[in-house]
């Protein structure tokens, strides 16, 4: 089904050029100006951070994440999705917050930047997000006892297809 | 010594990527999830781009361009979206790594030389936007870990992302299409995927409703994970550089203190405060939009910078700096132009909320104009140049 539709979906190879010369045009341009403006840009440091973040993210982050998710999934539906959710989001809303809590850019001169008690409204957020979701679980659990069917779950052992590899 | 057995290490790779990369059944590791999410991205570094290029030009104009001085609030609009979309993407783009994450094992890693090409460009997406955003949030909250310029770093990488972004969306174009054309009734990974999808939507709209009040007033009782609350500071607002980070603490308080206005001019002008104060006053109401996402509204009054101008007799297509105590830093001095300088709203201020400026707030005398970042707003300004 998807091969003959895909086909006629693709971009003509004007636009495709197109495409590709501006993006190369910029890829050029910013590689440029680190280059050029090296003094500021500081490529080594930049480059640190840069590989840094990506081997952060692959190699700590990720695996991190496929693990909660992994053991959520010994708890069964609906918990487990509001489960998986609630840590999703308090996750994302704690590394956001991470910087704030940790107050690395407090500065004595200045009380005005990070003016609030970051570490105790990050546990109100959070207490939030896990009461929200507590209450979601528990309606969903309590109408399925009734009977109602619930959403079928993509994520369930060997529900899932295996990943489109490329 | 043996020669290394590469056959045998290739093997064993494969083993290894093949291994790790079958292990995830989740049905959410699809093309169609990918592909949602990778629309909405798109969307957001574009609106990134877009405001992130208004900044750079609009503290950095070429000499042709001419910002208007109106909308009052546009830049305080542009880059509010920069720094809010970009905590808003934070959730997004860890939701697309996660479900493109099988793809870093599949194998063999390279098909071809330009699958090569293709891979070492999604790298370089992958790195740039986390590079972009992460930065981008210690960067709003002071933390300056990196030996960098922040500011410049940032606007370098922002083409090379965006680049890499439009050759990516131009080979990834016909899948978006037909992932986004099959329709759901008849897809049983549906509902699952629409959960997943909210959920990721919720936590960016999580982030957005905990920040956005440092700079949207209404909000700011829920700004509990913002950098900045617009009400608290000296007289009630926010302060980026200190009096004594600037190192005019001593300065500020010397009694020969002279606001002076020369260059191109018919007559130099040379004022106390004393003067100043008994020049025809004005009160506005303008915001302070900084460049790091805050802003906060005042009452600003003061002399009108084309009041004091006119005075001078200065040409009505001068261009103007006005120039602050401190003896250095990037942002000792700033450029105005005619747009800005002819608007009434733009003045000379001494007060603000209704008593003198704190020291932390520029005291004697500081710029304030409509639609400006706040880092052009000079503080102890203590001469305009007219050129």
């Known amino acids: 089904m998807a091969a003959p539709f895909q086909e006629r979906a693709a971009p003509s190879r004007a636009w495709r050029l197109a495409g590709y010369g501006a993006g190369a045009a910029l890829v050029v341009t910013g590689l440029a100006g680190l280059a050029a403006d090296a003094r500021h840009t500081h490529p080594f440091g930049w480059a640190l951070w840069f590989g840094g973040l990506i081997a952060a993210h692959d190699g700590i982050v990720a695996p991190l994440v496929v693990t909660a998710g992994v053991l959520a999934g010994r708890v069964r539906e609906p918990y487990r999705f ?9 996750g994302v809303l704690a590394l956001v917050a991470l910087p704030m809590v940790l107050g690395i850019g407090r500065r004595p001169d200045n009380p005005s930047l990070l003016p609030l008690d970051y570490g105790r409204d990050l546990l109100v957020v959070l207490g939030a997000v896990a009461s929200a979701a507590a209450v979601a679980a528990l309606r969903d659990g309590r109408r399925g006892h009734r009977g109602r069917r619930l959403p079928r779950q993509g994520a369930g052992r060997g529900g899932g297809r295996s990943p489109t590899g490329r | 010594m043996t020669r290394p057995d590469l056959r045998g290490l290739n093997d064993r790779a494969e083993a290894v990527a093949r291994g790790v990369g079958g292990r995830f059944r989740s049905g959410l590791h699809s093309e169609r999830v990918a592909a949602r999410l990778g629309l909405w991205l798109g969307g957001m570094f574009t609106v990134a781009f877009v405001t992130g290029l208004v900044s750079h030009f609009m503290q950095h104009p070429p ?14 609009v542009t880059q509010g979206l920069h720094v809010i979309g970009g905590l808003a993407t934070i959730p997004l783009l860890l939701a697309k ?9 599949q194998w063999p890693p390279f098909r071809s030389a330009s699958h090569a090409v293709e891979r070492a460009l999604v790298l370089v997406l992958v790195g740039g936007a986390l590079f972009q955003l992460f930065t981008g949030l210690l960067n709003i909250s002071y933390a300056y870990l990196w030996p960098f310029s922040f500011t410049v770093a ?83 607002l926010p302060v980026n550089t200190t009096a004594a980070a600037a190192g005019v603490a001593a300065l500020i308080g010397d009694p020969g203190y002279r606001l002076t206005v020369t260059g191109a001019v018919r007559a130099e002008l040379s004022l106390t405060y004393a003067d100043l104060v008994r020049l025809p006053q004005h009160t506005v109401r303008l915001p302070i939009s900084c460049v790091e996402g805050w802003s906060a509204e005042a009452e600003w009054t003061g002399v009108r910078l084309s009041a004091l101008l006119a005075r001078a007799g200065a040409a009505a297509d001068a261009v103007v700096t006005v120039e602050s105590l401190q003896r250095g830093g990037a942002y000792r001095s700033s450029e105005v132009r005619p747009p800005h300088w ?26 304030i104009a409509p639609d400006r970042p706040g880092v052009l707003q000079t503080k102890w300004v203590t001469r305009v140049v007219v050129s």
């Open chain 2, 97 to 105: 790594l996660w479900t493109v994450y099988p793809r870093l094992f």
């Open chain 2, 63 to 76: 000499s042709w361009l001419l910002w208007p001085s109106r909308p009052v609030n546009l830049y305080r």
């Open chain 2, 342 to 367: 002819h608007d009434p709203l733009t003045l000379l201020a001494l007060r603000v909320n209704g008593s003198p400026l704190a020291a932390d707030h520029g005291f004697p005398v500081r710029l």
């Open chain 2, 154 to 236: 940032h606007y370098w990488t922002a083409y090379l992302v965006y680049g890499a972004l439009l050759i990516h969306v131009v080979n990834e174009w016909a899948k978006v299409r037909a992932a986004l054309r099959t329709r759901d009734e008849v897809d049983p990974e549906a509902p699952a995927r629409r959960r997943f999808l909210g959920t990721v939507a919720a936590a960016s709209g999580l982030t957005v409703l905990f920040t956005v009040g440092e700079t949207y007033a209404p909000l700011a009782r829920l700004a509990l994970l913002a950098p900045r609350d617009p009400r608290i500071g000296p007289q009630g």
């Open chain 1, 82 to 90: 509001w489960l998986r959710a609630a840590l999703a989001v308090g």
